[in-house]
């Protein structure tokens, strides 16, 4: 049987649609991880993503009289895109059934190449099985996305084209799990020439059909995926990936969503690319596996399987990013209500720069405020913690709190019914570390600050929102307070949000 797939994939018919991709190292990434790092960049393919290779590799070997009846789908995305551009090349017609959570990128990418989108469901599952009921109605041809021999083999190669680009030693080549069609014609392949290379797995933490099938000895089905990865949110890996998976997959990875953010902008740094998540799986698998190892000086391969992402997700990537380096730590800090109290916690801080503030007046004795600070590594979280609580600080690590992290974080707030004399002010900060200590310097003591939301987004300035507690009789200091400060500032008091949710009175 091996010897079968090793045929179909140095016969396969791929190259009509597809390009031998790139295998380009990547300095940044190699030297951070004091190993060397290549990504094979499926993103770069006509439909930027590998998919088009086992799609076309199946559809090229139907008969006219199939061809002439169409075929159909069943897709998240990428699939899609690959039966729709092998569709139009081989002349008939393609019905794709796709997720309605599917990215608008790619349902507009498919009908751009002329495939009839048929949105239906909330998960691969359900457009699956609509996709079959509608093939047997309208007798159009299935074309599986990964569990078909001919689709396997046009995946292979990806392994065929690593091995020619690379014939130096070679360690392990991470590989983004869904359905197992990539892995199982990769590996099939490379454990037949290359035995030696690893060939090593990589899934999403919520969406891990594939560890726990290999670990259990039988194809598990997931009650729930999650969606962020979009391109291997599958809930049941297939029979025959499966059967090759077990025989010729060394080992898998799980990794979080933060992390896969990490990954895309690892990338992006090194390659000026931006990767879907699911197009950053293996190389977040190869950041873990190196960790988890503690590997130094070896050769490793991460396959970059695709870019098409949502511009608009690119604020939760961007958001998560350095939470999954572990660049960044989310606390839960409470602190004394009194003038100043604020001041000695940033000082107490150091040389970390404050990420995100959150914080609203509640109770006249502890001030508990949401904060997010900049660490140079994960290690240094513990420590942090450590500061904090040696000087008295009651703290919470939040970083893994995904309630807090999703929700929480925008919910501090609401009104303060004893915050009495209250203005609300919005300022620029520089974004630069001192630019909140400097703040309370110059604001001294004076004044009870009853509100606080910043969160950096990487501008020039931080867009910060100030509520204090100043009296009618100190209206000319705090005047002089903003003009000495020297940072743009707009009186927001008298703003209709402020008084509809924030404010005492609440009109």
């Known amino acids: 049987m091996p010897q079968n797939y090793l045929k179909k994939i140095l016969n396969a018919r791929v190259y009509d649609v597809a390009r031998e991709t790139p295998l380009e190292y990547a300095p940044l990434l190699s030297a951070r991880l004091h190993n060397h790092v290549w990504l094979k960049r499926e993103d770069e393919q006509p439909v930027f993503s590998f998919k088009c290779r086992g799609a076309y590799n199946r559809m090229v070997q139907l008969s006219p009289a199939e061809l002439r009846r169409g075929v159909i789908a069943a897709s998240a995305g990428n699939h899609a895109q690959g039966v729709a551009l092998a569709a139009a090349r081989l002349g008939t017609r393609a019905v794709i059934v796709m997720p309605r959570t599917t990215p608008q990128i790619k349902v507009d990418a498919v009908r751009r190449l002329d495939g009839q989108v048929v949105l239906h ?21 299935f074309i599986h996305p990964y569990d078909d021999p001919e689709v396997i083999a046009g995946q292979g190669t990806v392994g065929l084209e690593i091995l020619k680009q690379h014939t130096g030693p070679l360690d392990a080549v991470f590989v983004p799990v869904g359905g197992g069609g990539l892995i199982a ?13 690893k060939i090593i797995g990589v ?50 990875v799980v990794v979080s969503n933060d992390e896969i953010s990490a990954a895309i902008k690892d990338v992006y740094e090194d390659r000026r690319s931006i990767l879907e998540p699911a197009g950053a799986l293996a190389y977040a698998g190869l950041k873990r596996y190196v960790e988890r190892h503690k590997l130094r000086d070896r050769s490793f391969a991460a396959i970059a399987s695709g870019a ?20 960044e730590a989310l606390l839960a800090v409470t602190i004394p209500e009194r003038p100043g109290s604020l001041k000695r916690f940033c000082r107490i801080l150091g040389g970390h720069s404050i990420t995100e503030f959150n914080y609203r007046y509640n109770d006249p004795k502890a001030a508990h405020i949401y904060v997010g600070v900049q660490v140079r590594e994960a290690e240094k979280i513990s420590h942090l913690l450590a500061t904090l609580r040696r000087n008295g600080y009651p703290v919470l690590d939040m970083t893994d709190n995904e309630m807090a992290k999703l929700h929480i974080r925008h919910l501090v707030g609401g009104r ?36 606080f939301h910043y969160r950096s987004h990487g501008a020039d300035f931080g867009r910060v929102l100030v509520g204090m507690q100043v009296p009618a009789r100190d209206k000319k200091k705090f005047r002089a307070f903003l003009h000495g400060l020297g940072y743009e500032h707009v009186d927001e008091t008298g703003n209709p949000a402020y008084r509809l949710f924030l404010s005492q009175g609440g009109n």
């Not at 608009?312 to 998560?320: F, G, H, K, V, W």
């Not at 209250?422 to 630019?435: H, Q, T």
Request: aromatic share 10%.
């Open 203 to 252: 899934e999403p933490e919520d969406a891990d059909a594939m560890d726990r099938s290999l670990k259990s000895g039988k194809r598990v089905r997931l009650a729930h995926v999650g969606i962020f990865a979009d391109g291997v949110a599958v809930r049941q890996v297939g029979k025959e990936t499966f059967r090759l998976c077990r025989r010729f997959v060394d080992d898998m």
């Open 416 to 451: 303060a019914p004893n915050a009495e004399h209250e203005i609300l002010y919005r300022f620029e900060f520089p974004e630069r570390p001192g630019a909140l200590l400097n703040f309370l310097n110059r604001m001294g003591g004076a004044w009870n600050i009853s509100l």
């Open 121 to 141: 469901g909330d998960n691969y599952d359900a457009a699956y099985d609509h996709a079959r009921r509608l093939g047997r109605q309208r007798r159009l041809v």
């Open 185 to 197: 014609g990769m590996a099939v392949y490379m454990k037949q020439v290359r035995p030696e290379v």
């Open 308 to 327: 098409n992402v949502n511009f608009d997700r690119l604020r939760y990537i961007a958001e998560r990013a350095e939470i999954g380096e572990r660049r």
